[in-house]
């Protein structure tokens, strides 16, 4: 009777059943976690590419949009860094991609994407860096075309709209308010 009592319990003493209900419970837990993360990834969206194209508006003309109004920096001697970007959020590329699409309106030969010091690649256009404004928090707003501490922010306009004579003719400028950035 001892040796089978010792033979239950191994060489240590301790029962084989409570070591194997403890490699069940873990080998348990371990599925249920592994089975909860495939779930996540097949439900997770991963962004593979980023679309630029045109909006128009009848008071600024026809504008760069990525879901939201995208806007250039004039900058100033204040670099645009961490705190600037909590407001103006650069339009980046996923990992592993180089170059945005083009969607309605853009030229894709314009489109192109510059390293930054943080590590992403920044959408430009006509080679001008692009950013959303924090203060759009929706598609059609645009609230940005403002100077604050980093420099002079702009809507890209692609076409500008003018008035001559009797009726409205368009102009291609590379941002609003008169001046070509």
């Keep these: 009777m001892e040796q089978t009592k010792r033979h239950r319990e191994?060489?240590?003493g301790v029962p084989v059943g409570?070591?194997?209900a403890a490699a069940f419970a873990v080998g348990g837990l371990s599925a249920s976690v592994f089975a909860v993360g495939i779930?996540?990834?097949?439900?997770?969206?991963?962004?593979?590419?980023?679309v630029v194209s045109t909006a128009r508006y009848t008071k600024l003309g026809t504008i760069l949009v990525s879901g939201r109004?995208?806007?250039?920096l004039l900058p100033n001697k204040t670099a645009c860094a961490a705190a600037c970007r909590k407001i103006w959020p650069e339009l980046v590329l996923p990992?592993?991609?180089?170059?945005?699409t083009a969607g309605k309106g853009v030229s894709a030969s314009k489109l192109g994407s510059v390293m930054r010091s943080n590590g992403v690649r920044q959408v430009t256009y006509n080679g001008k860096a692009l950013y959303w404004f924090?203060?759009?928090n929706a598609a059609g707003q645009v609230h940005g075309n403002l100077t604050d501490t980093w420099?002079?922010?702009?809507d890209y306009v692609t076409v500008k709209p003018t008035t001559s004579g009797g009726g409205t003719t368009t102009t291609t400028t590379a941002a609003s308010g008169g001046a070509a950035f």
Aim: no cysteine.
């Design 18 to 20: 409570r070591i194997a």
């Design 134 to 136: 924090s203060g759009d």
């Design 95 to 100: 990992k592993g991609v180089t170059k945005a």
């Design 10 to 12: 191994g060489n240590r």
């Design 151 to 154: 420099g002079r922010w702009s």
């Design 69 to 72: 109004t995208l806007y250039t």
């Design 39 to 50: 779930a996540g990834a097949a439900t997770s969206h991963t962004t593979r590419s980023v």
